[in-house]
DNA sequence: TTCAATGGTAAGTGTATTCTTACCGTAAGT
DNA sequence: ACTTACGGTAAGAATACACTTACCATTGAA
């Protein structure tokens, strides 16, 4: 299951209903994870790697500024 | 809010009752996130820096496998 | 222009999660 | 010993969440 894939073949890979799987995908769109585009009746989505970029630099952030600092007091280093 | 704090001081910095903080305090302790100590009638908590340590290695491990790969496949690199 | 394929959306349902109320136990001060 | 302060736990209520069923819109093929 790498690259482009239909709503119809995800759907075939999960236990769960179509609209279920459109849900979700729309939340991932919506959080800009995946992105879509049109082939005919069907839709194509794929991993979105900025978005995955933005997350990454988001927990980077958090750890480095606030964990790391904390860690050292409170180990008195 | 740094460093050690009681359940009520936390139970005073949110909309939600005291039991709740507990509730959520016993979470965090079974996750070993965070650890706590009995000072006389009152129980003070603080950050385990231990216990994000190891969620980080977790998210660190995620982040390069999978990810740095499939975003130089996609980008073509 | 009719039909089949594909997928989005709305409304409702079941379940999991998170909260509150009520109660109990323990520690310290009087 | 009695009382107050503080916090954990149990049980039930409220809310949030992920799913299904039913329906509609759009595209491409016959």
Chains 1, 2 share one sequence.
Request: charged share 25%; aromatic share 10%; no cysteine.
């Amino acid at each position: 299951m790498k690259g482009p894939v239909s709503v119809g073949t995800l759907s075939g890979a999960f236990p769960i209903s179509r609209p279920a799987i459109s849900q979700h995908l729309r939340i991932l769109k919506d959080a800009r994870l995946v992105s879509d585009t049109a082939a005919g009746t069907r839709r194509v989505y794929q991993l979105n790697p900025e978005g995955f970029e933005s997350v990454r630099a988001y927990l980077d952030r958090f750890w480095g500024n606030s964990l790391h600092s904390f860690k050292k007091k409170v180990e008195g280093k």
